[in-house]
């Protein structure tokens, strides 16, 4: 069964902090994804990565950025975390490919939900 | 428009059958897809169906395809509590470095007994 799994399940934070969600998977997936989900907007990509040290900005980046060091890991950084960064964040991997079928299915992580006061 | 769309909630009694719909935005997806959150989890596939197809039928499922119309439906028979759940539809866009999926908003779903 393929694994994606976050450090934390919960995380408060302060004004301005620095902060760094991670997410590992042990499937040797190319893609990763990382997402906000907030009531009545859905998810919402913000980076996604399908090669070491590649990044790709989704829909809304701005605020964030990522880090993709080793294929197993996908890190998500607030460089100055603000409170409308208050929300539950979703990891998500897959592989790599063009067909968009059910064998690239994305695999989602349990979610870090995110206070920032 | 832009946004993949789906009502927010939907409430049914156990053991009627409940109607999840979308309305998705590239009549060019190749896949669409629903997924289900269930409290505190992750998203999960549930089905898909391929862009060629009317429908898709998988145990209490049943997936509709209007593709003149862009309009997706999951339909669940015999709904039980354990299905309730946030429903998400998904469509496939493809970009440079592979493909990568929009989602709808997302539908509540409760069940009552």
């Known amino acids: 069964d393929v694994k994606v799994t976050q450090s934390s399940r919960y995380l408060v934070k302060r004004t301005g902090e620095k902060v760094f969600l991670e997410c590992v998977q042990d499937?040797?997936?190319?893609?990763m994804f990382w997402y906000r989900q907030d009531p009545g907007l859905g998810l919402r990509l913000i980076y996604f990565?399908?090669?070491?040290?590649?990044?790709e900005k989704g829909d809304i980046p701005e605020g964030y950025s990522v880090s993709r060091e080793k294929k197993e890991r996908f890190s998500l950084i607030l460089e100055s975390a603000s409170t409308n960064q208050t929300s539950m964040y979703l990891c998500?991997?897959?592989?790599?490919?063009?067909?968009?079928?059910?064998?690239?299915?994305?695999?989602f992580g349990p979610g870090t939900r995110l206070l920032v006061l | 428009g832009e946004d993949v769309e789906q009502s927010l909630f939907l409430s049914v009694r156990e053991g009627d059958s409940s109607v999840i719909n979308c309305t998705y935005t590239?009549?060019?997806?190749?896949?669409l897809y629903w997924y289900k959150q269930e409290p505190g989890a992750g998203l999960q596939l549930l089905t898909y169906?391929?862009?060629?197809?009317d429908m898709k039928q998988d145990q209490r499922l049943t997936v509709l395809l209007n593709k003149k119309d862009k309009h997706l439906s999951l339909r669940i028979a015999d709904t039980q509590t354990g299905d309730s759940a946030i429903y998400f539809c998904?469509?496939?866009?493809?970009?440079?470095?592979?493909?990568?999926?929009?989602f709808g908003t997302g539908t509540q779903l409760k069940v009552e007994l």
């Open positions: 998500a991997s897959s592989l790599w490919g063009l067909a968009g079928g059910p064998r690239e299915t994305q695999y």
């Open positions: 499937m040797d997936h190319e893609n």
């Open positions: 990565s399908y090669d070491v040290k590649m990044k």
């Open positions: 590239d009549s060019s997806s190749t896949y």
């Open positions: 169906i391929f862009s060629n197809m």
């Open positions: 998904a469509e496939v866009l493809f970009t440079g470095g592979g493909n990568k999926l929009t």
